[in-house]
């Protein structure tokens, strides 16, 4: 029998990943509560909830009595041990391995031996992850797609001591969030971001090369090939920060020439032209909504 999961905790929710988790697991009808270390991003991420879920309801997609059950499934807390009540915890923190690892070791001596652990990482090991805590058979990869409130993909990965059963209940709660689940290896990137970095990088060295500006590239992708969103409008929603740190976790393990940090890119991130969360990447932004809201 799977394990059932009521409450749900979100680590980092005062972050673009982490708020666009606990989305999911509130619309899907699950107690959340979202924790970070700092309270003003958690209240941020208040007024960009509320606004996202406003426009569903201009749109038509929920009923106003249905999003105010929705908001009142949150609750946001600095106290990591606010968390102990939870049954699936997910860490959706700076993309670093010893903070990681710290974090799961610090869940590990709060929450009860049923929780499960979940890592939305992207570029490290799931079992190193693990190898912070006790009980690294209930620690599995469920990496989401920004907008996580949007995408439906969760890349599923088990390390190498995650157990059959934890890895099933995670499945099972991540199909029933209505997201579509896929398994994957323990290994940087899993499928889309060892095929998106790449890609990525392509799309900025066409800028460095002068063959278009970002926007022409962007359109060029989206009306020829049919994506949502454009290689540079995705760059500046994950960050261009993150988007160095992919290229420094493939580029060592695949010596991909195309997995490289582009030059351009790292001029812009140390001009502090991090994307959106910056106000500026590739293209400038105004105000502070939330995709999709």
């Known amino acids: 029998m799977t394990q059932k999961i009521q409450t749900v905790g979100v680590c980092g929710a005062g972050g673009t990943m982490g708020a666009g988790i606990a989305i999911v697991a509130a619309r899907a009808g699950y107690s959340v509560i979202c924790y970070d270390t700092v309270e003003a991003p958690l209240m941020k991420t208040v007024k960009q909830t509320e606004a996202f879920f406003q426009k569903s309801v201009e749109r038509g997609k929920m009923s106003t009595a249905e999003r105010d059950a929705v908001l009142a499934r949150f609750d946001r807390t600095t106290d990591i041990g606010a968390l102990a009540k939870c049954d699936l915890v997910i860490e959706a923190v700076f993309e670093n391995l010893e903070v990681k690892r710290k974090l799961i070791g610090r869940l590990d001596e709060i929450c009860p031996p049923h929780t499960i652990f979940g890592s ?3 570029t490290l090991s799931i079992t190193e992850i693990a190898s912070g805590c006790s009980r690294p058979e209930r620690v599995v990869g469920m990496h989401f797609c920004l907008p996580a409130q949007l995408m439906k993909l969760v890349e599923m990965s088990p390390g190498i ?3 059959e059963a934890t ?9 029933g969030c209505g997201q579509i689940p896929v398994k994957t290896q323990d290994k940087p990137g899993f499928i889309l971001n060892a095929l998106l970095v790449p890609f990525n990088n392509d799309a900025i060295r066409a800028i460095e090369a002068g063959v278009a500006d ?3 590239i962007d359109t060029a992708i989206k009306a020829g090939l049919g994506y949502k969103m454009g290689p540079l409008e995705l760059i500046d929603l994950i960050g261009l920060d993150t988007q160095v740190r992919l290229c420094e976790a493939f580029y060592p393990i695949t010596f991909d020439p195309r997995a490289a940090c582009p030059p351009l890119l790292r001029r812009m991130v140390a001009a502090g032209l991090l994307g959106r969360k910056s106000g500026r990447g590739f293209y400038s932004y105004a105000g502070n909504a939330m995709f999709g809201a």
Request: hydrophobic share 50%.
């Open 120 to 122: 939305n990482t992207s």
């Open 161 to 163: 001591l995650t157990s």
């Open 167 to 175: 890895f099933q209940a995670a499945w099972d709660w991540t199909v």
């Open 214 to 216: 970002a926007a022409g």
